[in-house]
């Protein structure tokens, strides 16, 4: 059974930086893809960024792109969102999704594997 967990969330300023975690547990990770979503207040769940676990191929969202980074770490089991340069607009809940395929998937229901979200404000 995959678990995912995620951390790091908080409250910080306009332009400061934040590291998001998501362990993951209870699979082989080198056959899933994983991903990260946000849910602002009234809106959509939408992508951010998403890693090939195996080859560490990445994808990031237009808005998020030259200030976003994912990682993971086999040590670790652990999928990181190191996020620079914050504005207000990255305000919301964070997701950390996992599915069992070796491609980059966009789409919120392509994910099996959800955490329970770790929430990011940032004040202006």
């Known amino acids: 059974q995959v678990q995912l967990v995620e951390s790091g969330g908080g409250l910080v300023q306009t332009g400061d930086s934040l590291r998001l975690s998501c362990a993951a547990s209870?699979?082989?990770?080198?056959?899933?893809?994983m991903g990260w979503f946000r849910q602002a207040p009234g809106k959509e769940r939408e992508f951010v960024a998403a890693?090939?676990?195996?080859?560490?191929?990445?994808h990031y969202a237009d808005s998020v792109k030259g200030r976003f980074t994912i990682s993971r770490s086999n040590a670790m089991n652990t999928v990181y969102l190191r996020m620079n340069s914050l504005k207000p607009e990255d305000t919301a809940v964070y997701y950390c999704?996992?599915?069992?395929?070796?491609?980059?998937?966009?789409?919120?229901?392509?994910?099996?594997?959800w955490g329970q979200g770790t929430r990011v404000t940032v004040s202006s």
């Open positions: 209870g699979g082989t990770f080198s056959t899933y893809s």
């Open positions: 890693i090939i676990w195996s080859f560490g191929s990445t």
């Open positions: 999704a996992a599915v069992r395929r070796v491609a980059i998937t966009l789409r919120p229901d392509d994910y099996d594997y």
